[in-house]
């Protein structure tokens, strides 16, 4: 395990910012998330505890309790950028229609930051997840990621990383340097075994590819965010 700040030179500004106070509730939207999604959830999220606990001896995430996770009633479009942490936390939702995002993603976090204005890093105060079941997950679109993987990959957003590669950043947001590794011509990159790795594969039967353990490049990331001083 990584317990130092590692940051790649190719990957200067993926760092976006941090929460001030930990851990970061995280809350399912009333009715969402079926039994087996609610337990995928939270795998991703003590896949972050897990990592967190032992490098920095706090938990990441609340994820609520094991089997239910904390439940919100929050109706949100966007996150609430114009007040303080929301009791709920950041709620996850899914988007069965008004996909407003990029078609190609299967899921999106959205934050509110505060900027820093001695040079330190943003801290994040509110965020939503919305997970794509417009163009993914549901039988007519034909392509059904791994939650696991997903939730792992969304909740690494939400503590504050951005993409180990380009130059499928988010909009608005700082992006890594450099591009993505072509996966057919260097599929050894270990870039590419990061969950925080833009890309999700998909077999000919439309299931996604399982990316669910942390890489060191994704926790030497992760302390970077949460080291006193940053
Ligand atoms: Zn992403």
């Given at each position: ?53 032992a490098s920095k001896?706090?938990?990441?995430f609340d994820m ?25 936390g950041t709620v ?139």
């Amino acid at each position: 395990m990584v317990t130092a700040c590692v940051l790649p030179v190719t990957e200067a500004n993926t760092i976006q910012g941090h929460w001030a106070t930990t851990p970061a509730k995280v809350s399912l939207h009333v009715g969402d998330f079926d039994p087996s999604e609610v337990n995928a959830i939270q795998a991703g999220g003590a896949s972050w505890n897990t990592f967190f606990q032992a490098s920095k001896s706090f938990n990441m995430f609340d994820m609520g309790p094991p089997g239910g996770g904390n439940i919100s009633s929050n109706a949100q479009s966007t996150p609430t950028c114009g007040s303080g942490t929301l009791a709920d936390g950041t709620v996850l939702y899914k988007r069965f229609s008004n996909w407003t995002h990029n078609a190609a993603a299967i899921a999106v976090t959205t934050t509110c930051f505060t900027p820093n204005n001695n040079g330190g890093l943003a801290t994040i105060f509110n965020a939503i997840m919305e997970f794509n079941y417009v163009n993914f997950y549901v039988a007519s679109a034909g392509r059904f990621p791994d939650m696991q993987s997903i939730a792992v990959h969304e909740l690494g957003h939400l503590l504050g990383l951005d993409h180990t590669c380009g130059p499928l950043g988010r909009p608005n947001q700082a992006k890594p340097f450099t591009a993505c590794p072509d996966v057919n011509a260097d599929p050894n990159n270990p870039v590419i075994a990061t969950v925080m790795f833009p890309q999700v594969f998909f077999d000919p039967s439309g299931a996604g590819e399982v990316k669910q353990i942390l890489t060191a490049d994704d926790q030497g990331r992760a302390n970077c965010a949460y080291t006193p001083g940053n």
